[in-house]
């Protein structure tokens, strides 16, 4: 999860910082599949939290994503 999400940012900075939330969904939405294969669900929640700890998202945000990512894979969880 690491090592994708650095080949991105390096690639993508810009769109990052112009809006977080925008730039993360991006990420998500370019290497879902990737992120399916190697990492998981669970890689890119704990991920995605690491992003609210520095403050670059906000926690209702990271569930959008997770919901995002859940539609664009094929996931379904049982709440």
Do not use: C, H, S
């Not at 810009?14 to 969904?25: E, I, M, P, Q, S």
């Not at 939290?49 to 997770?66: C, D, H, I, Q």
């Amino acid at each position: 999860m690491q090592a994708l999400w650095f080949r991105w940012i390096f690639l993508n900075r810009n769109r990052f910082v112009a809006n977080y939330f925008d730039g993360t969904k991006a990420f998500v939405g370019e290497n879902w599949e990737l992120i399916k294969m190697g990492a998981g669900l669970l890689a890119l929640r704990t991920w995605l939290l690491v992003l609210v700890v520095n403050n670059f998202l906000l926690p209702l945000e990271v569930a959008t994503l997770m919901k995002y990512y859940q539609e664009l894979a094929g996931i379904q969880l049982q709440v």
